[in-house]
């Protein structure tokens, strides 16, 4: 079972940047792809980026070049460096694992406003 925490969001202005968190439980984090997705009002929930167990990463368009996904697995932990933000990068994030077997787990999500 994974357990995933995310942290790091906030407010930050058109351009900025914020680097988000994703702490996971378990003992088996290093076998699990790992990814970031988001959801805004109205929207539905999207992964924007993902890292396998391996570290081959993959982002949508919309973030490509902005965003780096990045893991260590030493630390149980995925981060999602984000720059480069734009007011419509305003959403909750959230953290998704799988392992390609059926489990799959999000975590609780993490508020990021960009705005003036």
């Known amino acids: 079972q994974v357990q995933l925490v995310e942290s790091g969001g906030g407010l930050v202005q058109p351009g900025g940047s914020l680097r988000l968190s994703c702490a996971a439980s378990?003992?088996?984090?290093?076998?699990?792809?790992m990814g970031w997705g988001r959801q805004s009002p109205g929207n539905q929930r999207e992964l924007v980026a993902t890292?396998?167990?391996?570290?081959?990463?993959t982002y949508r368009d919309s973030i490509k070049g902005r965003f780096t996904v990045s893991r260590d697995n030493a630390k149980n932990t995925v981060y999602l460096q984000m720059n480069s933000l734009k007011p419509e990068d305003t959403a909750v994030y959230y953290c998704?694992?799988?392992?390609?077997?059926?489990?799959?787990?999000w975590g609780q999500g993490t508020e990021v406003t960009v705005s003036s």
């Open positions: 890292i396998t167990a391996d570290g081959v990463t």
């Open positions: 998704y694992a799988w392992n390609g077997l059926g489990d799959a787990h």
């Open positions: 378990g003992r088996s984090f290093s076998t699990y792809h």
